[in-house]
């Protein structure tokens, strides 16, 4: 009687086991963890008032490639 509940149990978890790697093969393929710039930026940008500043400058180049800025 409990041996089916061990083979019930096995079975289910490997096939819970083959989902969560389907899923992160599927993650490794399509680039969900190619975030190379992340660990730099948070060790470039401690303080919230250095993101802040880098923060504009990003919208200050971005309008710049628009032509949209203006001096202030």
Same mark, same amino acid.
């Given at each position: 009687?409990?041996?089916w509940v061990?083979?019930?149990m096995l079975g289910a978890s490997l096939f819970l086991g083959g989902i969560a790697l389907a899923a992160f093969l599927?993650?490794?393929? !399509?680039?969900q963890f190619d975030d190379e710039t992340k660990m730099m930026n948070q060790v470039q940008y401690d303080?919230?008032? &250095?993101? !802040?500043?880098?923060?504009?400058?990003?919208?200050?180049?971005?309008?710049?490639?628009?032509?949209?800025?203006?001096? &202030?």
């Open positions: 009687m409990d041996s061990i083979a019930m599927w993650g490794i393929k !399509n680039g303080d919230e008032h &250095e993101l !802040n500043d880098a923060a504009n400058q990003q919208r200050k180049q971005e309008a710049v490639s628009k032509k949209e800025y203006k001096p &202030e």
